[in-house]
């Protein structure tokens, strides 16, 4: 079952002290409010609102690339980016168990044209560079025409190893493919793998990151990459309906979540290891965890009564079966997490 499944039937109530569904229930802190307050702003349809300029610029700079551009969603991001590299006809290579083939409603396909080809995605997270090459089409027109690779990171939770990137990234430019990476959890991956966001970014012609899941923004990804493929972008943002007029509000937000949140997602990483060490514990399903994700998969008739007792506490989770997947974020403390486990142990006797 997809890690969206349940989520909406698994809806918070109004006693919810910790909600592990997705680090996308995120709320502004004060902080962030009264940056969103402060914002300066402008019609960024004609390229007028200081927030949204600055937002790009900043992020473009912090991974190396020479322009960026503000979207409302991490799928439109990801949608611009094919885009920009592809025309109709052509092909995207990517991993069978990424959020760009499984979870965007196979947008590049309808909306542009453009086929999406599979390949396997290894323990890892990443692609194997002979899967790459293997997959590239020859100069047939019996054929699309493999113009890119688009990787993820992180995937599943899990962090992928820069050497393995780097490996899959040069089979494509072997081939004269150009290279993007769905960033959704672009600094979990960073804090992860111990790099500089430009170390990761380098190894990639353009990238989706996205604000407003651990980052704790309210709504918003930024594309970055060359200027002249991130011009184009603009032109197709408009096109699917996603220029915004005085977005500073939303850019101010983002700002405030580079600058002041990334340091908090290594606590994150540490609390996801405490659940799944508390869940191992019991004894009770398996369990495993990468970065701010903990999956954990009870007994096959125990879900249901599992969510009931939690939500009963407070607690919320997923409704994905077999696994659960249970996410950390900023809005999850120790307190909330040490009741979280209390919960847990309650229900199985632990």
């Keep these: 079952m997809s890690v969206y499944s349940g989520m909406k039937a698994a809806s918070p109530a109004a006693n919810t002290i910790c909600d592990l569904r997705s680090d996308t229930v995120t709320r502004p802190d004060a902080a962030m409010l009264r940056a969103i307050a402060g914002a300066e702003v402008g019609d960024d349809v004609y390229g007028e609102d200081p927030d949204v300029n600055r937002l790009q610029a ?21 949608l611009v980016a094919v885009l920009s590299h592809c025309g109709r ?18 947008g590049a396909s309808v909306l542009g044209g453009v086929a999406l080809c599979p390949v396997p995605v290894g323990p890892s997270g990443g ?27 992180t995937v599943n939770g899990q962090a992928v190893p820069l050497a393995d990137m780097r490996a899959a990234t040069e089979a494509a430019r072997t081939a004269g493919l150009s290279v993007h990476l769905d960033g959704a959890r672009f600094f979990n991956a960073v804090t992860a793998l111990g790099c500089a966001p430009a170390d990761l970014a380098g190894l990639v012609d353009t990238v989706s990151v996205c604000l ?35 977005a500073g509000i939303l850019a101010a937000a983002g700002r405030h979540a580079l600058t002041h949140n990334r340091a908090g997602l290594a606590e994150d990483h540490t609390r996801a290891a405490r659940l799944a060490k ?21 007994a096959a008739d125990g879900h249901a009564d599992l969510r ?6 407070g607690i919320v989770i997923g409704g994905q079966s077999p696994a659960i997947r249970m996410v950390l974020h900023r809005d999850v403390d120790d307190a909330a997490l040490d009741r979280a486990i209390a919960a847990f142990r309650a229900h199985y006797g632990g």
């Design 58 to 78: 900043e992020t473009a700079e912090l991974l190396g690339k020479e322009a960026g551009l503000f979207l409302p969603s991490g799928t439109q991001s990801n």
């Design 89 to 106: 006809g052509d092909e995207v290579i990517l991993g069978g168990a990424y959020h760009v083939y499984l979870h965007e409603a196979a």
């Design 127 to 153: 692609v194997a560079p002979g899967d790459v090459t293997g997959a590239i089409k020859p100069d047939d027109p019996h054929h699309p025409v493999s113009r890119l690779l688009s990787l993820e990171n």
């Design 212 to 246: 407003s899941k651990g980052l704790g923004a309210p709504v918003g990804s930024v594309l970055v990459g060359p200027a002249d493929l991130i011009a184009r972008g603009l032109r197709l943002r408009k096109m699917l309906g996603g220029g915004m007029r005085q």
């Design 278 to 298: 508390a869940l191992g514990d019991l004894g009770v399903g398996q369990v495993s965890h990468a970065t701010n994700m903990v999956f954990f998969t009870p």
């Design 308 to 313: 009931a007792a939690l939500a009963a506490q």
